[in-house]
């Protein structure tokens, strides 16, 4: 696929992505199957794989869960609860290692013992244990904080409520997942969807008398906080767990070698039917704690670990009709209006079709019979085309040369990479100017990574728009609440609390308000990188106005992509008023900086070569970890140049 197609596509998936997130997590009601769910994670994350400038907060691999309820009190984990990127082949497994070699500079070859664990569809609980007692008990939520739900876990049989064993931590985070066997389930399945649904609904009963009543179980696997570490393989904390009382998972292997992990993972999936819960992959993790350790994190998710999905789910459908879907960068994504089918337990009635180029090469019409598969995407996708059933007047679909919005020009941009126009058509306008792209605009700015203003979702943007009373994000801040009070469905409570959450939010660190902007290319993880290289509004300010977007060179992460769209963007003239209007009504606060307290405070370092005993990549991060800094370009500020074999020469010239 190519970048700026799959750019498009990816942005598109981004968003469809929160929607389903929250009904997946927050409201325990997928409209898709789990594996759906999955997959989707491995087309968005593919893309950041191959295109380092693909990179959003709402991704999956930036993301984990959703906002907990506020049913439930919520509480900060101690140690985040972190999402696994997803496996679905073995090419992806020998990525997944040849990766881990690379990090830790291993010999081509090595062979790498993993813990593999079949994973269960279930809901993650994280279990605090002091002094051998179970104090509390936590849903995943966000990753970050959860709801406490204790007493309701303490309802489950399967978890110690006391633990004696003389070599049980003073404090740890047991961490598994709750769920409910499938033979249990046959008793309840007219309350709900399925065994997942039931175990996450059971969890979130206010009465923990109700919870009781259902038959949960519990199997550990992991550990979040502990004080102290006295293992030194995750395959001997799994031996430990057991002794502790707590049930393991029977079909843990260890297992060293690729070939070796899929051929276990085909035993599984066929001895899939026999075994008496949900699962929908295996889990492999680094069994070596010490490795795990230097390989660390990425955002949301371990380098150590992955998760080997189980095959997606299919069937046939008819294609009703197609309709083109703008997006916030003005992507034009075209989706399938299918017959309603049932794919593995759930109603799908759209499938996405990717872009102009994906509709051509499969020759896709309104009319045909498809095959529907919920694999890599929230919306499931259009496998191919049933030829022999199509119709004589079938027609080929043409795709708009017009925004279907606002009737400017579709347009291909090409790809200075590839030499070739992208996939993705794209509509000319500069954003504000088209109705649905400033839409999309204000609903990134609200969403729970920008802005996250509660109780504003996408269908208050979409009845306020319709109302005329928001057109761009400033108006959020001055909307007329008198009016707003006055409307169906709303009262004197909800619009106050409307208000008070919208107050609440004008106060927001500087990487999330450059990432609420909707700048192209800039993601979570470059707005951080651009708040801690500017440090202050101001300077982000000055930035704008000046538009010399010279000094973001040198930030290492930035590239020539992501400084051209900053350039763009400021150039517009909407796009600077917006701006100059959104920094009379907030207060940003300044950049979070990395430690300034470590060995090599204010010192830059910049690398060219390969390194002989660790990879570039942990390389930097042990310097990022001392409060070093990485820099890309040569400049009076660099300290150090650390070479390796075979250097850029115009670097090496600086030595």
């Not at 709801?147 to 049980?168: A, Q």
């Not at 794209?426 to 954003?431: A, I, L, T």
Request: proline share 3%; net charge positive; glycine share 6%.
């Amino acid at each position: 696929m190519k970048i700026l197609k799959i750019e498009k596509e990816y942005l598109k998936k981004i968003k469809l992505f929160q929607e389903y997130n929250k009904y997946y997590y927050d409201k325990n009601n997928p409209k898709i199957t789990d594996s759906a769910f999955d997959l989707l994670k491995k087309e968005i994350i593919e893309l950041e794989k191959k295109y380092k400038f693909l990179k959003s907060e709402n991704s999956p691999s930036k993301t984990v869960g959703f906002t907990p309820s506020k049913n439930f009190k919520k509480v900060k984990h101690k140690i985040q609860m972190l999402s696994l990127s997803n496996a679905f082949n073995e090419e992806d497994l020998k990525n997944f290692e040849k990766k881990i070699c690379n990090f830790l500079s291993l010999n081509e070859g090595t062979e790498i013992e993993y813990s593999a664990e079949p994973k269960i569809d279930g809901i993650s609980a994280s279990l605090t244990y002091k002094d051998g007692k179970f104090v509390q008990g936590l849903s995943r939520g966000d990753g970050k904080e959860g709801e406490d739900i204790t007493e309701n876990l303490k309802t489950i049989k399967d978890i110690p409520k006391v633990i004696n064993e003389k070599n049980f931590p003073s404090e740890i985070d047991i961490r598994g997942e709750v769920f409910i066997q499938n033979n249990d389930f046959k008793q309840i399945d007219d309350k709900f969807a399925n065994p997942r649904n039931a175990a996450s609904g059971s969890l979130r009963q206010k009465d923990p008398t109700a919870t009781s009543k259902i038959p949960l179980k519990f199997i550990a696997y992991t550990f979040g906080f502990i004080k102290g570490m006295n293992f030194q393989s995750q395959s001997i904390f799994l031996k430990n767990l057991k002794q502790w009382g707590f049930k393991v998972n029977e079909y843990n292997k260890t297992i060293k070698g690729i070939k070796n992990l899929i051929l276990n993972h085909e035993y599984i999936e066929k001895k899939r039917k026999d075994i008496n819960f949900d699962i929908d992959g295996i889990v492999y993790k680094i069994n070596d704690f010490e490795l795990q350790k230097r390989l660390g994190y990425v955002t949301n998710a371990p380098r150590w670990a992955i998760a080997h999905k189980f095959s997606a789910n299919s069937s046939v459908s008819k294609i009703l009709d197609i309709e083109i879907q703008v997006g916030r960068t003005g992507a034009l994504t075209p989706v399938a209006k299918i017959k309603p089918v049932n794919i593995g337990g759930v109603i799908v009635s759209n499938a996405t079709l990717h872009n102009e180029d994906e509709i051509i090469r499969k020759d896709i019409r309104v009319g045909d019979t498809a095959t529907v598969e919920r694999a890599g995407d929230v919306i499931p996708h259009v496998v191919s085309i049933d030829l022999k059933k199509r119709k004589n007047n079938s027609k080929k679909f043409v795709f708009p040369t017009r925004c279907p919005s606002c009737g400017s020009a579709t347009v291909k941009d090409f790809n200075e990479i590839t030499k070739k126009k992208d996939a993705v058509r794209r509509c000319s306008s500069e954003g504000f100017e088209c109705n649905q792209i400033a839409k999309e605009k204000i609903k990134h700015f609200v969403s729970k990574e920008a802005f996250n203003i509660d109780g504003f979702g996408k269908k208050i943007v979409e009845n306020f728009w319709k109302l005329k009373l928001i057109k761009f994000p400033q108006d959020i801040f001055k909307l007329d609440y008198k009016k707003i009070k006055n409307l169906d469905g709303w009262g004197n409570l909800s619009t106050s609390n409307l208000k008070y959450a919208i107050e609440s939010k004008k106060n927001i660190p500087l990487d999330k308000f450059i990432y609420s902007l909707g700048i192209r290319h800039i993601g979570q993880e470059n707005a951080k990188l651009l708040a801690r290289h500017l440090k202050t509004a101001n300077n982000f300010f000055n930035l704008s106005l000046n538009k010399d977007t010279d000094e973001l060179k040198n930030i290492d992460g930035i590239g020539d992509t992501q400084i051209k769209s900053i350039a763009n963007f400021f150039l517009n003239k909407t796009n600077q008023k917006f701006i100059n209007e959104l920094k009379k009504i907030l207060e940003i606060k300044d950049a979070t900086q990395l430690s300034q307290s470590g060995l090599l405070k204010n010192k830059t370092f910049m690398f060219t070569g390969k390194l002989q005993d660790m990879s570039r990549a942990e390389a930097k991060s042990i310097i990022e970890e001392n409060s070093g800094k990485i820099i890309s370009n040569v400049n009076k500020k660099l300290d150090y140049l650390i070479i390796g074999e075979k250097p850029t020469s115009k670097k090496n010239q600086f030595s």
